[in-house]
């Protein structure tokens, strides 16, 4: 079985200021995705970047990189130069390999507040 | 391309009534996920079809439950007998399957609430 934990309930941060939100995950398979999705009040879940377990190199897209660290099955995401829009829900994702179709483990979620 | 739709976007039933819900994936996409979602929580996985055929649903799908992609397009969630216990936020994602772990990419969602 494949769990997932964020211990952040909420997080706030200044706008242009540098956030981490963490993930903690847990699973037997050697072959698995980690994700994190961005959800906007009463709007669709979004996709903010994605790393292969199998990839040591981190993944960076624009202003959002993670922290993998394998061995720790520790999976963090940071907000460089906050912006107000980056106001969402925010949840740690798993997905393992083929046996399970891909589905995805959510974590509970982060709300994350971008203050003016 | 629009993206994932899901229709109703909100519905609103009496226990014990029967719903059914509605999900059209990007074309193309041969992967479709249903997930429910309860307030303040991440979503949950329900079941998924590859095309037409649905190859896995979670212990949460309880007997009252059953989807759909008849034709390997949209697909339909029906809950026969409604509980308030199913109040929740249906979401439907789709993907395309290749080789690894691709996208998912989901709709909007469908608001259930049981009163």
């Known amino acids: 079985a494949q769990t997932v934990t964020q211990s952040q309930p909420e997080m706030s941060v200044q706008e242009a200021e540098t956030v981490t939100l963490s993930c903690t995950y847990d699973?037997?398979?050697?072959?698995?995705?980690l994700f994190w999705y961005k959800q906007p009040p009463s709007r669709q879940m979004i996709l903010v970047i994605r790393?292969?377990?199998?990839?040591?190199q981190n993944a960076t897209e624009n202003r959002f990189s993670v922290n993998f660290q394998k061995a720790a099955k520790s999976f963090s995401l940071k907000i460089s130069d906050s912006q107000l829009g980056d106001t969402a829900m925010y949840f740690c994702?798993?997905?393992?390999?083929?046996?399970?179709?891909?589905?995805?483990?959510f974590g509970e979620g982060t709300q994350l507040t971008v203050n003016p | 391309d629009t993206g994932v739709s899901q229709n109703p976007r909100h519905k609103i039933t009496k226990r014990g009534q029967n719903v059914t819900f509605r999900c059209d994936p990007i074309?193309?996409?041969?992967?479709l996920y249903w997930y429910r979602q309860t307030l303040g929580q991440g979503p949950e996985f329900l079941t998924y079809?590859?095309?037409?055929?649905?190859?896995?649903k979670s212990r949460l799908l309880s007997d009252r439950f059953s989807a759909e992609r008849p034709k390997g397009s949209f697909s339909t969630l029906e809950i026969q007998r409604t509980e308030q216990g199913d109040s929740a936020m249906y979401l439907c994602?789709?993907?395309?399957?290749?080789?690894?772990?691709?996208?998912?990419?989901f709709g909007p969602g469908t608001r259930l609430t049981v009163l």
């Open positions: 699973t037997s398979e050697s072959n698995y995705y």
């Open positions: 994602a789709s993907s395309y399957r290749t080789s690894g772990h691709n996208e998912q990419f």
């Open positions: 079809f590859q095309n037409e055929a649905q190859l896995e």
């Open positions: 994702a798993l997905g393992v390999g083929e046996t399970s179709g891909s589905r995805l483990t």
């Open positions: 074309s193309e996409h041969n992967r």
């Open positions: 790393q292969e377990a199998y990839k040591q």
